[in-house]
């Protein structure tokens, strides 16, 4: 994995470009690795977004000599199945199906009414129930299908 420094750098290169970094990782073989950026945006994830966070990151990997050997860098939207980490990420998902587990060992299920800086609001079974982040492990978005 990357030094707090590189992460801190990769989140400033997605800020200037008005995303989150969100995750990242770091496989592949022996001779050539496979460097993961997830990024998020409080709007639209676009192609374009996702180029220019990679040109600029490999341009910090090349200046900084971050990784040795060949490479391929990817960049791109966390995905569907990724846990949801930041309140404004539980915004946009609004009126979408949640897997939400809690801290206390319970897990629920229901569509997304509402969500601030503090907790978010799932109707479940037609009751409406407050969780607060805290109070989340983790939480994903279900499939619509």
């Known amino acids: 994995m990357f030094s707090e420094t590189v992460l801190s750098e990769l989140e400033a290169i997605a800020t200037r470009q008005g ?14 690795s496979i460097i993961e950026i997830f990024v998020d945006a409080e709007g639209s994830v676009t192609s374009e977004l996702c180029s220019e966070i990679s040109r600029d990151a490999a341009k910090l990997f090349e200046e900084r000599d971050i990784i040795t050997g060949a490479y391929d860098l990817v960049v791109s939207s966390p995905g569907i199945d990724r846990p949801l980490k930041f309140p404004w990420q539980y915004k946009k998902h609004v009126g979408r199906k949640l897997s939400v587990t809690l801290t206390s ?18 109707d479940v079974g037609g009751a409406q129930m407050r969780i607060r982040f ?6 994903t978005v279900k499939a619509p299908w």
């Open 19 to 32: 995303a989150h970094v969100i995750d990242t990782s770091i496989r592949g073989s022996k001779n050539r």
């Open 105 to 122: 060992e319970g897990k629920n299920e229901g569509k997304l009414v509402a969500a601030d800086e503090d907790e978010i609001t799932l």
């Open 134 to 139: 805290d109070a989340i492990r983790e939480a």
